[in-house]
């Protein structure tokens, strides 16, 4: 077929990669150093411009599924010392409280991912709120959501409103305000933590005591028109609070939606980390979601849906079979023989 000669420059060599080399001699790349202002302008590909994969997931967690939420990361300190705290002091963790199944009664909560509990969520969203108010790391606010030129009601706002940092309780009863007022989901709390968490980490900026009403107010506002099919107008927000205009309420829309970038996707994954995390977060404070016993009703309620998804998916399996066949299933068929003329 030819010698190693006859075919190559030399014995080491491969004719296609001499060829390569005229090729580059002949057509030299140019650089960016080389394009002339008179080419027009250099344009930078995306993927220099994008960050790589773990700068992203550390710098938006609200976007990326993998990443830690930021209530979390701050309300583990708390935590922390308030167990080092406990043991140190050998304080006793008194009576138990939460319920435990046994072999006769089994206890389940009425909480899942796609129907959570809305009392229960809207106490874990304003747990989180307030971790990320007391941990804040500076004080960092941007006027249109600081409630000293911009207040929610026309009582006068204390001098030392920004000094003071509020409590659970009253970030829990402002949010369940607005979510009883407008009618609105557990679903619809959890997309508020995760546009909240969004806008931090976007505009570079705090959650603190003289801007967290109208953070909160601004992130339910956009979060109930994204996921709510009936979603409430900026009017109806201002028949709950009375003393709010509606320029006032537009105009903080408009800016919210500037700062996150108008990115107001949120993921199924996104949303089942967040979902998670808050139940973590509500085990950690001993806000445990209200457990019952398994009734008979509720038993058969589930076996129905269990019996449902298996003949949902017993379908999907065949339609699958359909299209491919593995291995196993090959000694059943017999191969037609071939008639030769």
């Known amino acids: 077929m030819g010698g190693s000669v006859s075919c190559c420059i030399s014995p080491g060599e491969s004719p296609k990669v001499h060829r390569r080399q005229l090729e580059l001699e002949e057509c030299p790349i140019t650089t960016t150093e080389d394009v002339s202002e008179d080419t027009g302008t250099y344009l930078q590909h995306i993927s220099d411009r994008e960050l790589p994969e773990e700068l992203a997931q550390e710098a938006n967690p609200s976007d990326h599924p993998r990443a830690s939420t930021l209530f979390l990361n701050k309300s583990q300190t708390d935590v922390r010392e308030k167990r080092k705290s406990n043991y140190m002091n050998h304080v006793s963790p008194g009576t138990l409280t939460k319920k435990f199944s046994s072999c006769s009664t089994i206890f389940i909560d009425d909480s899942t991912v796609s129907q959570p509990n809305l009392k229960s969520t809207i106490k874990c969203v304003a747990l ?13 606010s941007l006027d249109i959501f600081d409630e000293k030129k911009h207040p929610l009601s026309r009582e006068k706002v204390p001098d030392d409103y920004c000094e003071v940092d509020p409590e659970h309780k009253l970030i ?8 009883s007022s407008a009618q609105l989901t557990a679903e619809c709390a959890i997309v508020t933590l995760v546009y909240l968490e969004r806008l931090l980490t976007y505009a570079e900026m705090d959650i603190c005591p003289c801007n967290w009403k109208r953070i909160v107010l601004g992130a339910i506002l956009l979060a109930s ?5 009936q979603a409430v107008w900026n009017v109806d ?11 006032d309420m537009n105009e903080m829309e408009r800016h919210f939606l500037e700062l996150l970038q108008f990115n107001i996707n949120v993921p199924a994954s996104v949303y ?6 808050l139940r973590s977060l509500a085990d950690d404070n001993n806000l445990s979601f209200p457990l019952e016993p398994l009734s008979k009703k509720r038993a058969q309620k589930l076996e129905a849906i269990s019996r449902l998804c298996e003949d949902k998916y017993k379908d999907l399996s065949k339609a699958a079979m359909k299209r491919s066949v593995s291995a196993d299933n090959l000694l059943g068929f017999q191969n037609s023989q071939a008639v030769l003329s």
């Open 272 to 277: 089942a980390k967040y979902y998670f995390d």
């Open 172 to 179: 829990y009863r402002f949010i369940r305000m607005l979510f």
């Open 128 to 140: 989180a709120i307030y971790y990320h108010i007391k941990n804040r790391d500076s004080n960092r």
């Open 237 to 247: 927000y201002c028949q709950i609070l009375k003393d709010i205009t509606v320029e």
């Open 225 to 229: 028109k994204v996921w709510d099919d």
